[in-house]
């Protein structure tokens, strides 16, 4: 991705790299003794990876996932050899050795994954490393019930491979009273009893907030690397990770009466300033945020009216003092005081989609964390 500066792009997108990595401390020292690994698949959560991870290695991580082996393989050469990178998806049939020959380690979730990483290690005499993922409960990925009966009867299909951790996913784990949790924590227990002794995994994010019942001995956080929420209904411990601020464009002053964007869904009903902003759908801001989300300039709340184009969406301004405002004036869209999570509950989604749809116009700035003392 080319950066753009500020001057040409139709918004800036900064990300905090310093409250990325001040979110992954605060995991770490819920933890205890178990390690805190950092989730940086699809490119962060759309923050990029490639900023990101090497900025979460100096803060001290060395377990990276990413979800497919492409993502691994572009993030290897930004990370030190002494960092590992998962790969969520395992290494598909034919691309075991690509995944090998990178040094990335597979999350093997099937038993012909398994035999297949197996054989590899054979042909290249050694042991090669793997995490071995079972299912307790999301019906996903990982091994089933029935095919981890087969490994606990035939412990051979492991042998030749070096099991790294045992892990396996949380369905809900953001709802704390969610019977759902005690019940894969066991299938969990129950799973670990029947293999040979290796170390798990198992919490993602708001697993974490679950209590060191979920802890084991790696952590696997993302989104509230990222600012969001991890327990519904409570407050953020996180720190925000973005702010996204759009360029207004033009502004006009319209009469009560006056309709405005896309199939009219929005009528004047007072003398009215429009500042349209360039900032639409096709950068991530939802069209399901149309007549719903807002911005902020100078501290004033500018309601968004009238339907999200692809390229750019009207706020209606006339609170906003005269002058203070005008082409070129950038208004916040996201920022701490309106944040993921709160966009996301006007479009009807979750902050993980909302960081995820970040678009690729936007000029990005990254802020580097300050240096420890
Ligand atoms: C995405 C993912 C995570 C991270 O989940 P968050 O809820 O973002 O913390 C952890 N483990 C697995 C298997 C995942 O797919």
């Known amino acids: 991705m080319t950066p753009r500066p500020p001057t040409t792009a139709g918004a800036v997108l900064t990300i905090d790299l310093g ?23 699809a490119d962060a959560y759309g923050l990029g990876a490639r900023q990101v991870a090497p900025a979460l290695c100096r803060a001290g991580c ?21 960092a590992a990178i998962y790969v969520l998806h395992g290494a598909h049939p034919g691309a075991e050795a690509d995944c090998a020959a990178h040094g990335l380690v597979p999350v093997l979730n099937s038993l012909p994954q398994l035999a297949a990483w197996q054989k590899l290690g054979v042909m290249q005499g050694k042991a090669l490393p793997a995490i071995l993922q079972v299912d307790t409960g999301m019906a996903r990925l990982g091994l089933s019930a029935d095919e981890l009966a087969q490994v606990a009867a035939v412990p051979a299909v492991l042998q030749g491979i070096d099991l790294q951790f045992v892990m396996s996913h949380l369905a809900a784990a953001e709802e704390q009273q969610n019977p759902l949790n005690r019940r894969q924590l066991a299938s969990f227990h129950a799973a670990l009893a029947r293999l040979p002794p290796a ?73 009215t300033r429009i500042a349209t902003v360039a900032v639409g759908y096709a950068d991530g801001y939802l069209r399901s945020l149309s007549n719903r989300g807002h911005a902020v300039c100078d501290g004033i709340r500018l309601p968004l009216v009238g339907n999200v184009s692809m390229d750019t969406l009207t706020l209606d301004a006339t609170d906003v003092p005269e002058g ?32 995820t749809s970040l678009g690729t116009r936007y000029a990005r700035n990254y802020v580097e964390p300050a240096p420890m003392r």
């Open 62 to 82: 060395r377990h990276f996932f990413v979800a497919h082996l492409d993502e691994a393989i572009v993030l290897r050469p930004a990370l030190p050899g002494d």
């Open 199 to 271: 170390r798990a995994s198992l919490a993602n994010s708001s697993g974490v907030f679950l209590g060191s019942d979920y802890h084991f001995d790696l952590a696997r956080p993302g989104a509230a690397l990222y600012g969001v929420a991890p327990v519904a209904g409570q407050a953020n411990p996180m720190r925000a990770a973005i702010r996204l601020q759009g360029k207004v464009i033009q502004t006009r002053t319209i009469e009560s009466g006056t309709a405005v964007g896309y199939s009219h869904t929005w009528t004047a009903t007072r003398r």
């Open 19 to 41: 409250a990325i990595c001040d979110n992954w401390r605060t995991l770490c020292s819920m933890l205890g003794g178990a390690a805190c690994a950092a989730v940086v698949k």
């Open 324 to 355: 203070r405002i005008g082409e070129g004036t950038l208004v916040d869209l996201a920022d701490p005081l309106n944040d993921v999570d709160a966009i996301a509950a006007r479009a009807g989604t979750i902050g993980y989609e909302i960081l």
